[in-house]
């Protein structure tokens, strides 16, 4: 029994150093980099156990507000693939030095493809301070765009788009066409996960589709405006307490409540980390429920369900 163990162990040991030596191939790292975890439900479903997936934002942390820490590039650049969400801020940043330093890292942007919205809200500055005080929140437009300082989005689109089954398919699409080029041998098996996930996402959006049927508000208020696309989907209207990435003003608060008074909203939603106070001022106005959503949950369509289930609620 002994020395059989220590066989697996000296087996063990020799796969280790083994693999060590080759990068950026698919026949060494097997390493696929994404940046927040609804992707790695997506792409984990398409390749299975064959690669190791790495997620960039860890949960719980604002993508927005997100600034990498030195080693994540080191680990970025071990991988055989870079998946961007596409239009958040400091991904364009740490794509372009991405490429720079490791041009053998495949850099794909998964919302290529899908029909953007307009994002006026996401100017983000929140929790946010920069160290040299050059900033003053609203004013870096003029900024070079590889400073990593500066990684807010300013491109004007809203960069939300996993909040949408109908998206979510091109989304997978693309990391599914990079994984049949990257590894070919397998790609039969990829597409075939893939028309699983498909499914699922189709299941999914039936179930949303169901349950907003007959839904009592068409409209709902949310801190953080991560609902666009889903509110597109689904023919709801969002409206947004934090405005362009900040908090709202007492003018813009009595704005919003009066919409809310008018449109009969009885469902507020926040994401963990963003700012409850101007969020509980507005539910006591308008006398709404507050939910504690997590857009950027790994468990993609429980998430998703979740959230219509809440807004499909009997409210009495
Ligand atoms: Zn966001």
């Not at 929140?137 to 500066?150: I, R």
């Not at 926040?270 to 429920?289: H, L, M, P, W, Y």
């Amino acid at each position: 029994m002994q020395k059989y163990l220590y066989i697996i162990l000296l087996s063990a040991l020799t796969l280790a150093c083994g693999s060590g030596t080759k990068k950026n191939n698919v026949e060494g790292t097997r390493i696929l980099t994404v940046t927040i975890e609804p992707q790695r439900y997506f792409l984990d479903q398409i390749v299975g156990d064959a690669f190791t997936i790495n997620t960039l934002v860890p949960p719980g942390t604002s993508p927005e507000t997100y600034e990498p820490a030195p080693s994540v590039m080191v680990d970025m650049a071990k991988s055989n693939v870079y998946f961007m969400v596409g239009d958040l801020g400091f991904e364009n940043v740490w794509s372009k030095r991405l490429a720079k330093n490791n041009p053998d890292v495949t850099i794909i942007n998964c919302s290529e493809g899908i029909v953007r919205m307009e994002g006026h809200d996401h100017d983000h500055d929140h929790d946010h301070s920069h160290a040299d005080g050059s900033c003053d929140g609203h004013d870096h437009h003029d900024l070079q765009a590889d400073d990593p300082a500066h990684v807010h989005s300013h491109s004007g689109i809203d960069p939300h788009v996993w909040s949408s089954p109908r998206a979510v398919k091109i989304f997978s699409r693309n990391m599914l066409e990079t994984m049949m080029e990257l590894d070919p041998d397998n790609a039969g098996t990829y597409r075939a996960n893939y028309d699983i996930l498909l499914a699922k996402i189709e299941k999914t959006d039936s179930l949303i589709r169901d349950l907003l049927k007959d839904v009592s508000s068409k409209s709902f208020i949310i801190y953080h405006p991560a609902l666009g696309y889903f509110a597109r989907d689904y023919g709801l209207n969002q409206i947004s307490i934090e405005f362009e990435g900040k908090s709202p003003s007492p003018s813009q608060i009595k704005e919003i409540v009066d919409v809310a008074r008018k449109e009969k909203i009885n469902t507020i939603f926040i994401e963990r980390s963003f700012d409850t106070k101007n969020t509980t001022v507005v539910a006591q106005e308008i006398g709404a429920q507050v939910f504690e959503i997590d857009p950027l949950r790994y468990e993609w369509d429980e998430e998703l369900l979740r959230i219509a289930t809440i807004l499909a609620r009997e409210v009495k």
